[in-house]
């Protein structure tokens, strides 16, 4: 079992940043990669950034350019720093980890007002 606890969401006008935190307990050694899923107020879901292992990322074309995933392994904890945030930006975000399954975080809320 792992479990996943996010924080960092909150209000921002555009053009501003943020940066959400996910830290992983439990089995974490059973992880192969870990990122971020957002879904809007219209349940539209879409995969933001993924951190592998290996250290290699990738990134929803939405986000490319703006937001970075990056990790601490020491922490167990995985970072999704947002810039230039725009109202479409708005959405809850997930953090989640893949293993044999897949884990997710309780969510939190980014709101981005124009």
């Known amino acids: 079992q792992v479990q996943l606890v996010e924080s960092g969401g909150g209000l921002v006008q555009a053009g501003g940043s943020l940066r959400l935190s996910c830290s992983a307990s439990?089995?974490?050694?059973?992880?192969?990669?870990r990122g971020w899923y957002r879904q809007t107020s219209e349940n539209q879901r879409e995969l933001v950034a993924v951190i592998y292992n290996t250290g290699r990322t990738t990134y929803a074309d939405s986000v490319r350019g703006r937001f970075t995933i990056s990790r601490d392994n020491a922490k167990n904890t995985i970072y999704l720093q947002m810039n230039s945030l725009k109202p479409e930006d708005t959405a809850v975000y997930y953090c989640?980890?893949?293993?044999?399954?897949?884990?997710w975080g309780q969510g939190t809320q980014v709101t981005v007002s124009s």
């Open positions: 989640y980890a893949k293993s044999n399954v897949n884990y």
């Open positions: 439990g089995s974490t050694f059973s992880i192969t990669a």
